[in-house]
């Protein structure tokens, strides 16, 4: 299995408060890559990022931004959370030159 | 606006007869083609993948196919086994990005 881990797997927030999860490899892998799954629209992408300090937007990047200072961790942070970003966040990497993805366990957001 | 569709939210068969996985796209730069496999409280794991300049890749019990004019792919299961049950992805990518665009997932339930 590809060496990902994702932090925290479960988080329980209020509405308005900064959150940051946190996507970390072993794998030096160029690519990373934040989606949320929800019921009915299956993996949506965030934010991808194709190196240090590269980053750019997803299809669903409203209310997010990510940061990558170094080649293993990639972070989401959502600004200022709302119920709507209530979900299941999964982290994923890949190689240059491959297009498949190796996911994390993935971290559920409960925004109250 | 959905790129990648698959339009069976769920599929019964049973144990050991063939499952057939659909998924149609619309746009026409995506050139490679993934299946993933994701069970409960899990991330998703890559299971098959196809190149544009193919129309079938076969990978054991798994076979996907490819019809470039139609704009569809499928992906078949034989013979199906109870632990097949899972939500399987379509995704796609084109270009040099990286990004995959994923489709809502049909959920498989194989019945001993």
């Known amino acids: 299995d590809a060496g990902i881990t994702q932090s925290p797997r479960h988080k329980v927030t209020e509405t308005g408060t900064p959150v940051t999860l946190r996507c970390h490899q072993t794998?030096?892998?160029?690519?990373m890559y934040w989606y949320r799954q929800d019921p009915g629209h299956g993996l949506r992408l965030i934010h991808y990022?194709?190196?240090?300090?590269?980053?750019d937007k997803g299809e669903v990047s409203d209310g997010y931004s990510v940061s990558r200072s170094k080649t293993e961790d990639f972070l989401l942070t959502l600004e200022s959370a709302t119920s709507s970003q209530t979900s299941v966040y999964f982290c994923?990497?890949?190689?240059?030159?491959?297009?498949?993805?190796?996911f994390g366990q993935g971290t559920r957001l409960t925004v109250v | 606006d959905q790129q990648v569709k698959q339009n069976s939210p769920s599929l019964s068969v049973q144990e050991g007869r063939i499952s057939i996985l659909n998924c149609d796209y619309t746009?026409?730069?995506?050139?490679?083609f993934l299946w993933y496999k994701k069970y409960p409280a899990e991330g998703p794991t890559f299971l098959i993948s196809?190149?544009?300049?193919?129309d079938k890749n076969e990978d054991g019990r798994f076979t996907v196919f490819l019809n470039k004019s139609a704009k569809h792919l499928s992906l078949h299961i034989v013979p199906s086994q109870p632990g097949d049950s899972a939500v399987y992805f379509c995704?796609?990518?084109?270009?040099?990005?990286?990004?995959?665009?994923f489709g809502k997932g049909t959920l498989l339930t194989v019945n001993p």
């Open positions: 994923a990497i890949s190689e240059s030159g491959t297009f498949e993805a190796f």
């Open positions: 794998e030096n892998h160029r690519y």
């Open positions: 990022s194709y190196g240090v300090k590269d980053t």
């Open positions: 746009n026409s730069m995506f050139d490679y």
């Open positions: 196809i190149s544009s300049i193919k």
């Open positions: 995704a796609a990518s084109g270009g040099s990005n990286y990004k995959l665009t």
